[in-house]
């Protein structure tokens, strides 16, 4: 009797003065949306502006039970009239973190000079609005100028000696930073949301990463993620100005908070291109294919290779430039069944078509107008440098996932180059 007494009365101690179920803990929403919008550029004051009405616009909704919406802001070097009439702080420098509520944008850290091409510096926003704002879903979008696959500037760019290294321990592809000279690489990318994952978003992938930055969608990123991200949202082409549309993307959640990652998906696309001037083309793509399609990517440089040592240097009728050195990688495709005036072999044909059935496979939603709606493009650009540009980032594109686990890095060697393939 005195044993069970001693339990009850343990049981009771426990019950009343240990820590509450979770009291302290916030609730887990369906999606919270994670923008990391990257305006510091010292020579156009236009893109600050666009994003700061980005921020409006994801306000128009705002955070709530069902969905949060975290923004890290980094401004600048100049400033307009129309920052004056709508920052709260126009001659602020610097970034900050903002929560959207229904309404406005309402600033909730200042941070000082920050370095957005820093993956330590995404990281630590991530991790922070992860803390506050958990969800079953993320939705990660990227706002900033982009460059494609290459990077520029920064460790592991076009221009560091080690190209393709991150370092995660201190503290591009997109999120260019004028004031740091520095962007985040698809590495950097890659190894940041990896870490997310692990720390907050266990046993998952990000739902869905949407870049509103020119010529994100290519084949080299959808690989380099596919550890990290379930669906990549992006065009292979330039964006303009206004970006997406916001405000399509917070009522669709609102409107249905168990929206899917590929529903979604579809309203960022065809709310972007319904809006956009024409002449756009929007897709996203998921990467539970992307091995599948780095194969076929490979296989189909094999049978290049094959054909030009064969018959002479290649030449594409057809296939449809984007921005550089990316060219879209559907009419590369069709272009390879062009090749000569004599039937193409059995085992091209097999190639291209494997090219373009793990590509529809990969797709789940793709927009396009004007020109490019005439065009045979799919989406998904691939690099196809001229010789010039190749020999000036050959290193670079050599460090990619992608180039380490296809042929198509020693196609462009011998298209290039003159460079005999090795085999892989």
Not at 78 to 83: A, H
Not at 111 to 129: I, K, Q, R, S
Not at 328 to 356: F, G, N, Q, Y
């Amino acid at each position: 009797m005195t044993r069970l007494l001693l339990a009850l009365a343990l049981a009771f101690a426990f019950a009343t003065f240990a820590p509450s179920a979770r009291a302290d803990q916030p609730p887990m929403r369906d999606w919270t949306i994670l923008g990391w919008f990257c305006a510091d550029d010292e020579h156009d004051v236009g893109i600050e502006e666009s994003q700061f009405q980005n921020m409006v616009d994801l306000a128009s909704v705002g955070t709530g039970p069902r969905m949060a919406v975290a923004v890290q802001f980094d401004r600048g070097q100049k400033t307009s009239p129309w920052l004056h009439d709508h920052e709260d702080e126009p001659d602020y420098r610097g970034a900050k973190r903002y929560l959207l509520e229904a309404g406005k944008p309402v600033p909730v850290e200042k941070l000082g000079e920050v370095n957005m091409g820093d993956p330590a510096t995404l990281l630590a926003f991530l991790e922070w609005a992860a803390q506050r704002y958990p969800a079953r879903h993320y939705l990660v979008i990227f706002n900033s100028h982009g460059s494609g696959t290459l990077s520029w500037r920064g460790p592991g760019s076009v221009a560091d000696r080690r190209p393709g290294r991150v370092d995660l321990g201190t503290s591009h592809y997109v999120a260019y930073d004028d004031t740091n000279d520095d962007c985040l690489t698809i590495f950097e990318m890659a190894a940041a949301l990896k870490r997310f994952n692990e720390k907050c978003n266990p046993g998952r992938k990000v739902d869905l990463v949407a870049f509103d930055s020119c010529m994100a969608e290519t084949v080299e990123a959808l690989f380099e993620l596919r550890e990290a991200v379930d669906y990549l949202a992006g065009t292979e082409s330039l964006m303009p100005g206004e970006g997406l549309n916001y405000r399509a993307v917070v009522r669709a959640i609102d409107h249905q908070p168990e929206i899917t990652p590929v529903a979604l998906g579809e309203v960022i696309a065809h709310s972007f291109i319904t809006r956009a001037d024409p002449g756009n083309v929007y897709a996203v793509f998921g990467t539970e294919h992307a091995e599948e399609l780095a194969a076929a990517c490979s296989r189909l440089a094999r049978e290049l290779y094959t054909e030009g040592r064969d018959n002479g240097k290649l030449s594409f009728r057809h296939r449809v430039p984007m921005e550089n050195c990316n060219w879209d990688l559907e009419s590369i495709a069709h272009s390879a069944l062009e090749l000569r005036a004599a039937a193409v072999t059995p085992s091209m044909e097999a190639a291209v078509h494997k090219v373009l059935e793990v590509l529809a496979l990969s797709r789940t939603s793709f927009r396009r107008s004007g020109k490019l709606a005439q065009s045979p493009v799919g989406g998904l650009s691939i690099q196809w440098p001229t010789e010039k540009d190749y020999k000036e980032y050959r290193a670079f594109y050599k460090a990619t996932a992608f180039a380490k686990a296809t042929l198509w890095d020693e196609f462009l060697d011998w298209q290039e180059l003159g460079i005999a393939p090795s085999a892989k």
